[in-house]
């Protein structure tokens, strides 16, 4: 693939191409390695992370995300039993909107339905399939990467043109920082979040020896379907006590409550507790899901079979169908006003 310099960035930037989406677009991957030889690689399909290099005591670099050596795997995966959006930024509604449908300002708002009946993660074409485009970047100190992007009024019945400034930093504290700011020219919801399946043994491994802790002490009850029931549920003494370290579950698809304590949210150990990731953002929750699996159907990087352990999603957020429900967080962004999320995965190797 050829390298391309961007001459119109502050500093020189090394853009290099993935490939063409099937109108015809180039999408293009830009790394990013930080003083400490941390390295990610964020393409414009989906805005997604495609890998993250993280340095260990023994000078080693374990790729602790999962991802795919091909635009075309990435296109492929969409079509896939179960769609993992490997690294993708999800929206313009992560999680499920129960029958496609809410209120807003008096008026029934029907989304398009691509989940038994719901819409999940933005209906059948989501920020996660656009082609974002690089708006600038930086090196030095905290280098970083900006991706912009618009979704047009109507566009999944969502109403309001909405635009999109996501930029991923790597500080020199070995931190991935990952920053959301969007505007509108109509009231809307928005709930945007990442997907990136992590696995601190590297992305061919299982986090099933791996060990996690939330910053939670509730979860929201939901249907069979996946749709909040509006309830509540004490983790204390259930299976989904994790306010200490425990080992992860071989299967969890579960939005924890966050207690809003220094934005912390939750903590990944790998196997030998030689490296540890933290998670710290200022959204409500923090929906949680362990997967990856892509059937035997589509090769993950370096010939990988990902399975259904293969990695765990830490989709920091606001409850999914929160428009449907009036006690939850609002997730209605208004006209002239600015919807900013942040989190960070802190990175530490002993």
């Given amino acids: ?101 809410f209120k807003l300002n008096g008026k029934t708002v029907c989304l398009n339905k691509n989940n038994n009946g719901n819409s999940l993660h933005g209906g059948t074409i989501g920020l996660s399939h656009k082609n974002w485009k690089i708006k600038k970047s930086s090196e030095g100190e905290n280098p970083s990467v900006t991706f912009t992007c618009v979704s047009a009024d109507n566009e999944e019945h969502f109403p309001g043109e909405l635009s999109v400034d996501l930029t991923y930093m790597l500080s020199d504290d070995n931190e991935l920082i990952i920053e959301y700011i969007a505007s509108t020219t109509e009231d809307t919801i928005v709930n945007l979040t990442h997907h990136s399946y992590f696995n601190l043994d590297g992305h061919q491994s299982s986090v099933a020896a791996q060990e996690m802790r939330v910053n939670s002490q509730r979860i929201l009850e939901t249907t069979k379907s996946g749709i909040p029931t509006g309830r509540f549920l004490n983790v204390a003494n259930c299976p989904f006590d994790f306010t ?28 030998d507790k030689t490296l540890k990731m933290s998670v710290y953002t200022n959204q409500p929750a923090v929906h949680i899901y362990v997967g ?47 919807y900013y999320h942040k989190t960070i995965y802190k990175f530490q190797s002993f």
Avoid: W
């Fill in 1 to 101: 693939m050829k390298i391309k310099h961007i001459s119109h960035f502050k500093t020189n930037s090394v853009i290099e191409s993935f490939g063409l989406i099937p109108d015809g677009e180039e999408v293009f991957v830009c790394e990013v390695t930080n003083k400490n030889g941390m390295q990610m690689k964020v393409m414009g399909y989906g805005a997604a992370l495609t890998s993250l290099k993280v340095p260990l005591k023994n000078g080693a670099l374990v790729d602790v995300v999962l991802g795919f050596d091909t635009l075309e795997a990435y296109l492929q995966s969409f079509n896939l039993e179960s769609a993992p959006y490997l690294g993708a930024t999800v929206g313009r509604f992560a999680g499920r909107i129960n029958e496609g449908e």
């Fill in 244 to 271: 200490a370290a425990r080992t992860c579950p071989s299967k969890i698809d579960t939005t924890f409550v966050l207690n809003k304590e220094k934005e912390y949210a939750a903590s990944l150990y790998n196997s």
């Fill in 292 to 338: 990856g699996n892509c059937f035997n159907a589509i090769k993950g990087k370096e010939n990988t079979n990902y399975h259904p352990t293969s990695g765990i999603c830490f989709e920091t957020q606001n409850f999914p169908d929160a428009p449907n429900h009036e006690h939850f967080p609002s997730s209605v962004l208004r006209k002239g006003e600015l």
